[in-house]
Every structure is written in C-alpha cells, then in structure tokens.
C-alpha cells in the first residue's frame, strides 16, 4: 500500500481519531478519580549473597558470575514468596483481625456463603482465632483435624483477602538494580495493613531463612563429621599396613642398604674387568710357551705322560673346587662346611702340583730340561690362569647375588613408597576434612548467621500513593489513537475497492485516460462550475481533470464516442453531461445520444416533452420527417448554447430494435455534419447487451468506473469485451475519487 494513500486516508479520518482520544482521556481521567486510595508500605533488606561468594574457576566467567548470581536471588525471591513463607504472613494478618483487642482490624469479613453453602460459621471465627497458633505449627495434632483446622483459615483468609494469592497480587519481592538489597512493597487500601503487612513479611522471612540455614549448616555439618571420621579411619588403617610390612620384612633404612649394594658392585665390577685383563695377558704368554715346547719337545714321553696324568687330576681338582664355590655363592654357610672341603681340595691340587715339579726335575737332558722349564712356565701359567678365571666367575656370581638382593629390595622400596604414597594422601584428606569440619562447627556456633537482614524497617505511608491520572490518561489517549489509526490501516489494506489508480490498474489491467474527483452535491451545478461561481480546490481539481480527458479525446481523432461501465450507478451521466460541458467550452459543438433505454436518466435530465422524443418506441425519429438539421427535435435545456441532448422514451428495448430498420450509420453521420461530437450513452455491460451494439457504430469507447465499486467474476466478461475492442477503446475513466487519492 502507497504510504502517501494511507496518510490521507488517516487525514482524512482525522475527526474520528481525535474524537476516540479524546474520548479515552476523558473515560480514563473520570475511572482512575474514581478508584479507591491506595497505600504503599516499602522496606529494604540485605542478602549477602555477592559479598559472601566464593571464588571458583569457572565464576572466573563474568557471564557466568552474573548467572549464578541471578539465579541465587531469584531463588530466594521464590522461598520468601513460596506458599509455606507467606501462610506465616497470612496467620499473622488473621490473628491480628479476629483476636479481641484494643485496635482495629484492618478488614472485616466480607463474604462467609458460597452459593447457598455457608463456609464459615460465626462460631467458627471464634475457634479459628485460638487455633491459629496451632496451624503455625502442627505439632503432635492428628492429620485430619489439622486439615480441618487449615481448610477453615484458608477460606476465611480468602474471605478477608489474605490468601496466598491474593497478598502476592499487591505483595512485590524484587532486586535492587544490580545491588546486593531486595525491595519489599505492599500495596493495600490502609495504610496501618501496608506498614503491618511489610513488617511482618520482614520479620517472617528472616525467621525463615535463618531456620533454614540452621538446618543446612547442621546438616552440613554432621556431613563433615561422617566425611572426618572416614578419612581417619583410613589414614590410621593405611599407617598400621605399611609398619606391618616394614616389621615382616625386617627393612630397617632400605635407602642406606641400596647405596651399600650399588657401591659393593661397582667394586666387583672393577676387579672383574682387572681380572679379565690379566687372562688376555695370560693367554697371550701361554701360547708363546707352546710354540717353544713343541719345539724343545723330542722324547721321554713316559715322564711326560705322567705329568700329563697328575696334570689331569689337577684340573679335575680345580673343577670341584669351583664347584664347592658356587654353593658357596648360593647358600648359606651357616657351619662352614663347604669352606673346609675347599681348603682340603687345594691343599691336595699343591701337593700334586709338587710332585709334578719334582718329576720334571730329575731329566738330565738339556733339551728336556729346557722342555720341562717351559712346561713347567706353561703349567704355572695355566694355573693362574685357571685361578684368575677362577676368581671371575666367583666375581660374577657375587655380583649377580648383590643384584638379586638389590632387586629385591628395589621391589620392597616400590612397595614401600606405594603404600607412604597412600598413607600422604589419606594424611592430606584427613587434613582437609578436619579443616572443614572446624570450619562448619565455628559456623554453626556463631551467633547471627543468617544472610538475611533488615536494612531499612518498614514506611509508614503518610499519603496515598499517585494515581497518575494525567499519564494514565494521556497514555490511554495516545494508545486509543494508535489502536484506532491500526483498525483504519487494517480496514484500508483490506479494502478492494478501486479507491486509486494504482488499484485500478492492478485490479483490471485496462488503460486509463483520467480520474475524476468526487464533489459535494452541493457543487454539482455544471453552470456554477464552469461559470466560475464556485472557488475551492476541489472544483479546480475537477475542472483541470477534465481538460486532461478533453485532450485525450481531442488528439484520438475520434467524433463518435461510446460512454459505458461495467454495473449501474457508476456515473455515466454526469461524467457525459461535464465532458460535453468541458468540450463546448472550445467552441465545439455537442451532441449527447441518450441511447441508454433502460435508465435514461439524460432523457429526465433534459425533461423533453413526449412529441420531441425521437426514440420513442413505434415512432421514426424526426430527423427523417424533416431531413434538415435545423429541423432536428434536440433540447438544450440549462446546458449551454452548443451542447444539445436526444432523449428517449426509456423502454427494455435495444438500440437495434428501436432503430428498426433504420440505417443508424447514416443517422450519425447527418449529425456529425452538425455537431463537432456526438456522445453515446450505453447501459452497463454486466447487465444488457445495448452497449455492445452501439460499439459497433462508435469510433471509440470509454469506460467509467467508480472508485467506491469493487471487482467481482462478473466484471471478468465485461473486462474482456472491452480489452477485445483493442485501439477502438480510448480508456478508462475512474469516477468520484476522494481527495486523498
């Protein structure tokens, strides 16, 4: 929708608007000065839920702080307003009402029958006033008299207007901007009721909060309790384990004796590699010797067999011995058993070594003694060599039992570190938990913890509260005024009229020659209008829309012009009758042809006495009587001097069938000699068919339409018969469009 039409649409309706707010500011100012007076009681309390917050990583978010924030304090609003919390307030509001004292109560019972039930007795009020202090606290009082006892308060609290929901309809519990306060408001028609009703609330949610954090600390801490009692239980198990361990494994400093160990090997370990050096060194002279004695070597091999003999069972010896020397390795030696077969084993291996060295000495031969030298070098050298490796493999399996007994002891160590490992952590918990617990303890003992305090007691209303009746009134004004140009909007946009241009050429896809606004009744006089005895924009408008549509016709070349619409009532007449008027002000001269026989309203216009009507049915037009143009049976009426008017006598006939057998074509054609135009009126097409023939014998048409008029599937035949006239139709003419288009 064009923002301009719905502008002027509002213009247009700007009578309506104001009087709808005007209206509204005058209804709301009278009912808000007739509503009672109303008192507010305020107080402030103190949570200390930001300033008592621990830090955690994850607050470490400001989101994340202001959400955990948030939803503490909406979490306590809903505790103090919850059912429990204000049946505290509700009790004391009835004891104060219905107990006999000095002051007055703040409301007498309104309302004790429901229907034709009565739900609360007089004698009931007296009984529920001694009760009350029961329902604050039940006690050891059997469930059903208790529900009896609470359905009685609840309807007589209701009666008063002081059940739960009604107190929180004028009870507010609310944040202070971004402080760490709450806001308390009560709003009742006494102000004694407001200040009580705050103070009270006051009072009870501090009781409230302060026994619910008794329950939680001690809860808390019979918690820690449990958790400290655990956590020593497994400390002191864990310390019994690991000197248990230790005494069965007869481990004294297991550290010390590891580094004694280590130290022992890597001293092993040197004599091992010293020991090695020395048989290379060994086995080199050995097998130089070789070469000398198998060259000394010539005979005597009996004395050499024996050596070779005493020579086998030394080494045979020297086998054993090693032998008695790995047990050695291996066991335990308690007796020394195994040492005194060793030492016997060697004294026997010298002996034989003796007297191997004395048989080589009796040979006399050079050469034998130079064999038995180098023999005897070699067997010495042998022998050494035997003891030296002797004494590695004794090495290397000192060795191997020093690693033995350090991976044993390696795996104690493990052991023995997993279980003080255990024994740390079961220490640092024990630790923590008995923190905690001291912590809560001293919590639970401090006096006065609740995290709920009185900041500023409650106000006592001195006067009613505002009630605001300028903004009240102004806004309700401004609201109508909205709500009232929206329904115009929502009215206009549905609205399918053809109210503009823009919504005429959507709608029916036709050209359009010009638009004609609408006028007053009261200025439809054509002389007033043309003659110029009416000034206002509206008739220069209409004036200056003519001349527009008096172009277009001028420039068509057409003389014969067809005027229809599509239903009745669009404004043929008085657009044909304005046209002609508009044309004759050129010095043109104008004929109008009320061919419109079934609503000759032009005929009634021009008021044309019965034997000056040409289309009179059964009659021939003058015309032919008098074949002279002067002679013709025309009336000009109040129309000017070059503008006349052929009327008919109206009838269901057709222009075919009043014509008869008359040649229509000549008859224009004579008057065309005459007149500069000749305006054709035509009944609407939805209807008739006389539009259609006088086509025929028009060179063009025009189509009026009415902006008030809206499409429907009967004009689709009617649109379609225009649209086939192609070239032949001049364009459409949008009638009796309001200013604001």
Not at 356 to 377: M, Q, S
Not at 388 to 400: F, G, L, P
Not at 515 to 534: E, S
Not at 699 to 707: L, N, Y
Request: hydrophobic share 35%; aromatic share 8%; net charge neutral.
């Amino acid at each position: 929708m064009d923002i301009r039409y719905f502008l002027n649409i509002l213009w247009r309706r700007l009578w309506l608007i104001l009087l709808v707010a005007i209206i509204a500011v005058i209804a709301t100012y009278y009912w808000v000065g007739q509503l009672p007076n109303t008192y507010k009681s305020n107080a402030v309390l103190s949570t200390r839920i930001i300033e008592d917050r621990e830090f955690r990583i994850e607050d470490a978010n400001p989101y994340m702080q202001e959400f955990v924030t948030t939803t503490k304090f909406n979490n306590l609003i809903r505790d103090l307003t919850s059912r429990s919390a204000v049946k505290q307030l509700t009790l004391n509001l009835l004891d104060h009402d219905l107990k006999e004292s000095e002051e007055q109560p703040f409301r007498l019972l309104t309302s004790v029958e429901e229907g034709d039930e009565v739900k609360v007795k007089p004698e009931d009020l007296t009984d529920l006033s001694e009760d009350l202090e029961l329902l604050r606290y039940k006690g050891d009082v059997p469930n059903e008299v208790y529900m009896e006892k609470m359905s009685l308060m609840k309807a007589v609290a209701e009666s008063f207007g002081y059940s739960h929901e009604q107190l929180l309809e004028n009870l507010s519990v609310s944040r202070i901007a971004e402080t760490d306060y709450l806001s308390v408001e009560f709003t009742s028609e006494n102000p004694e009721l407001s200040y009580y009703t705050v103070s009270s609330f006051c009072d009870e949610s501090i009781k409230l909060i302060q026994s619910n954090q008794m329950l939680v600390e001690n809860d808390y801490l019979e918690f820690q309790k449990d958790e400290l009692t655990q956590t020593k239980q497994a400390y002191d198990s864990l310390t019994q384990v690991l000197n248990k361990y230790r005494s069965s494994q007869s481990v004294i400093d297991i550290g010390e004796q590891s580094k004694n160990i280590v130290g022992q090997i890597r001293d092993l370990e040197m004599r091992r590699e010293q020991s090695n050096s020395e048989i290379e060194g060994i086995k080199r002279s050995i097998k130089n010797l070789e070469y000398e004695i198998k060259r000394t070597a010539r005979s005597n091999s009996d004395s050499h067999f024996g050596g070779v003999v005493l020579h086998e069972k030394v080494l045979k010896l020297g086998e054993r011995i090693d032998k008695l020397q790995n047990r050695l390795v291996d066991e335990e030696d308690n007796d020394g058993s195994i040492k005194k077969q060793i030492l016997k084993l060697r004294k026997e291996k010298n002996e034989l070594t003796k007297r191997i060295g004395n048989r080589n000495g009796e040979d006399i031969d050079e050469n034998l003694r130079e064999n038995r030298r180098l023999r005897e070098k070699k067997l010495n050298l042998e022998l050494q060599l035997n003891e030296t490796q002797e004494a590695v493999t004794s090495i290397d399996k000192e060795i191997r039992r020093k690693q033995k007994k350090q991976g044993k002891m390696v795996g104690q160590d493990a052991d023995i570190g997993l279980l003080e490992q255990q024994l740390e952590v079961a220490k640092i918990q024990f630790e923590n938990a008995n923190a905690t617990y001291r912590k809560a303890l001293a919590t639970a003992k401090k006096p006065g913890g609740t995290k709920l305090a009185l900041v500023e007691p409650a106000t006592f209303p001195e006067k009613p509260e505002s009630k605001n009746r300028a903004i009240m009134s102004a806004f309700a004004g401004v609201a109508s005024a909205v709500l009232t140009m929206l329904l115009i909007f929502i009215f206009s946009f549905f609205d399918n009229s053809l109210s503009s241009p823009y919504k005429f050429t959507e709608s029916y896809n036709l050209p359009l020659v010009g638009q004609i606004n609408r006028l007053p009744k009261k200025h439809q006089d054509l002389n007033q209008i043309f003659n110029g005895m009416i000034q206002s924009k509206l008739i220069d408008r209409f004036r200056e829309s003519l001349r527009k549509i008096r172009y277009a016709i001028e420039t068509s070349g057409a003389s014969t012009i067809l005027v229809t619409s599509n239903k009745k009532g669009e404004g043929k007449s008085f657009f044909l009758l304005a046209l002609a008027y508009s044309l004759s002000l050129g010095n043109r001269r104008v004929l109008i042809i009320d061919t419109n026989f079934r609503n000759n309203s032009l005929s009634q216009y021009a008021t044309l006495p019965s034997d000056q009507i040409p289309f009179e049915k059964g009659n021939t037009p003058m015309v032919y009587q008098a074949n002279k143009l002067t002679q013709l049976p025309v009336y000009q009426g109040h129309l000017p001097n070059n503008v006349h008017i052929l009327g008919n006598f109206g009838g269901n006939m057709s222009p075919n069938e009043a014509l008869g057998d008359k040649d229509f074509v000549k008859i224009l054609y004579d008057y065309q000699q005459e007149y500069n135009y000749i305006l054709l009126e035509g009944s609407a097409l939805n209807d008739y068919a006389d539009s259609r023939e006088l086509a025929l014998y028009s060179d063009a048409v025009v189509g009026v339409f009415a902006a008030q008029s809206s499409k429907k599937s009967i004009d689709d035949e009617s649109i379609g018969f225009l649209k086939s006239l192609g070239g032949k139709y001049l364009g459409s003419i949008l009638n009796r469009v309001d200013k604001r288009h």
